[in-house]
Nanobody
Framework: QVQLVESGGGLVQPGNSLRLSCAASGPSLNHYSFGWFRQAEGKEREGVSCISASDRRTYYADSVKGRFTISRDNAKNTVYLQMNSLKPEDTAVYYC???????WGQGTQVTVSS
């Protein structure tokens, strides 16, 4: 059974940066793609970024492209989301997901406010 734990969220001012981590425990996930999703209050969960297993191909939502960077460390079963130039619109709970597995973390709160 896969367990995912997100961390790194917090309260920051606009323009600042955060790095989110998603640590996975259980079986090796080197052959799985990972995705970051977020859900703002009153809105549906949306995809932010994902990274494939073998070639580490990446995808970014238009709203974060150029500001966020996804990466992974297979040896640690961990994925990261570097978030730069944060905007108030980025405020949400961010979730890690192992794509096509149904495994989700509990989420980490990101709040961007002055």
């Amino acid at each position: 059974q896969v367990q995912l734990v997100e961390s790194g969220g917090g309260l920051v001012q606009p323009g600042n940066s955060l790095r989110l981590s998603c640590a996975a425990s259980g079986p090796s996930l080197n052959h799985y793609s990972f995705g970051w999703f977020r859900q703002a209050e009153g809105k549906e969960r949306e995809g932010v970024s994902c990274i494939s297993a073998s070639d580490r191909r990446t995808y970014y939502a238009d709203s974060v492209k150029g500001r966020f960077t996804i990466s992974r460390d297979n040896a640690k079963n961990t994925v990261y989301l570097q978030m730069n130039s944060l905007k108030p619109e980025d405020t949400a709970v961010y979730y890690c997901n192992v794509l096509n597995s149904g495994a989700w973390g509990q989420g980490t709160q990101v709040t961007v406010s002055s």
